[in-house]
């Protein structure tokens, strides 16, 4: 009996089934019709997250503190948070040339910060959010290995206010599991430059294992 590999089609509310062909080497082809992540954010499982205070960068590498902190409030079990990318904005700068890169960490589980007031989250398709993610600002964090996420950048013009915006393509490399943190902060080479910081990330029930 010849055996074939049945798929559901999915066409607004109507769900029908059919055959998915295959080449003579078993190997299945398949086109993407839809630009990379639009499935997702058709699900309403994207989101945004952003602090509207800024913080001053550190001169050395980050350690126990966040500059900002995005938690994981689902019970374990519960969803994961995918990182999509990372975003670092550098609201003042205050001598001719001064350079900064933005870094990140995932936190081992730990207790809920305080939820932060000047933070702002948004649904990449327009939903309000009402899961339980916490964005917080200056946190006390464990600190679980912090890493470059963005290529260095120099910056110039004194007191220019605002000015450098930088963007790290996360794309899945980090996973924040239930109860577990984001933490984000800058490296800069002066202290008087100060900035504000966010990511976004799809939320979603997986393994990690």
Not at 88 to 117: D, H, I, M, Q, R
Not at 159 to 184: F, K
Request: hydrophobic letters at 45%; proline letters at 4%.
């Amino acid at each position: 009996m010849a055996e074939a590999i049945q798929g559901a089609i999915r066409k607004g509310a109507t769900v029908s089934q059919g055959s998915i062909g295959l080449n003579e080497l078993g190997e299945q082809f398949a086109a993407g019709g839809l630009p990379p992540y639009t499935e997702m954010t058709r699900k309403g499982n994207g989101w945004s997250v952003m602090s509207v205070v800024a913080v001053a960068g550190l001169v050395v590498r980050p350690s126990t503190v966040a500059a900002f902190e995005i938690w994981n409030g689902n019970n374990v079990g519960g969803k994961s948070l995918i990182i999509d990318r990372l975003f670092y904005f550098n609201l003042v700068t205050t001598a001719a040339n001064e350079g900064w890169s933005g870094w990140a960490a995932v936190a081992a589980a730990k207790a809920a910060p305080a939820a932060g007031a000047n933070v702002v989250t948004r649904g990449n398709s327009g939903k309000a959010y009402s899961g339980s993610v916490i964005g917080a600002l200056g946190t006390t964090v464990i600190d679980s290995g912090w890493f470059p996420w963005t290529n260095g950048l120099v910056t110039g013009g004194s007191g220019v206010t605002p000015y450098g915006c930088a963007v790290a393509n996360v794309e899945g490399r980090l996973i924040v599991p239930p109860q577990c943190s984001l933490c984000m902060h800058v490296v800069a080479s002066l202290v008087g430059q100060t900035f504000t910081q966010g990511a976004s990330w799809y939320e979603e029930q997986i393994t990690v294992e």
